[in-house]
């Protein structure tokens, strides 16, 4: 569950909205919520004498909280990637409607470019 929440919503919530940290904390949030929901629905067939429970009564999941933790991390960078693309495509774009290039410092448009050369 924590894994589908973060493949279907980190790169969006970072592409679709603006502030970087209104997104990182909506995917927390989102992520809070589903990892609570899988750790009481595998907890409660753990106790409940499931046929194959997740986590063995007396020990401690260590495994289960590093996976857990390493797929949050990258949740964060999906978002930070989508933030990413977000930017450089309204970079992209706002170039090309303008006339300049965007790794362009002189302020020179191309067509200015090639008369100045």
Do not use: C, K
Request: glycine share 10%; charged share 10%; no cysteine.
């Amino acid at each position: 569950m924590i894994a589908i929440v973060t493949v279907a919503g980190a790169f969006a919530l970072g592409y679709f909205l603006r502030s970087r940290w209104a997104a990182n904390t909506a995917y927390a949030v989102a992520y809070l919520w589903a990892f609570t929901f899988q750790t009481l629905y595998l907890l409660l067939d753990s106790l409940d004498g499931g046929d194959d429970p997740a986590f063995e009564p007396g020990t401690f999941p260590v495994s289960y909280g590093v996976v857990a933790a390493a797929i949050f991390v990258v949740g964060f960078g999906l978002v930070n990637l989508g933030h990413w693309a977000r930017v450089r495509r309204q970079t992209s774009s706002r170039s090309s409607r303008t006339g300049t290039s965007a790794t362009a410092t002189s302020g020179n448009t191309a067509a200015s470019a090639n008369v100045a050369g």
